[in-house]
């Protein structure tokens, strides 16, 4: 599973009303436990979206679709790990 793939996950996740956050944490928790493979997103909330932008901006406002391009930039194989 790639990135495309995960976009589809997200998108059928979305049909079901889900939103990013708890769509990238379905994703993951599947991935955890072996039932699907390929990458995960982090699941940027609040917290990681803070600490992440003190750590590497010294700014906590990072948006989550700059902490989620963050993480594959730190761990380009899977960011979920």
Known sequence: MG????VRSQYY???????RKITDMI???????GLIMGKGDIAADTHVCTVLGR???A???LQPD?????GRKICPNDPWE
């Open 55 to 57: 750590i590497f901006f």
């Open 66 to 70: 700059s902490a989620r391009q963050l």
């Open 13 to 19: 996740f979305g049909k079901m009303r889900c939103g």
């Open 3 to 6: 990135w495309e793939k995960l």
């Open 59 to 61: 700014n906590p406002d």
């Open 27 to 33: 994703v993951g928790h599947l991935k955890n436990y």
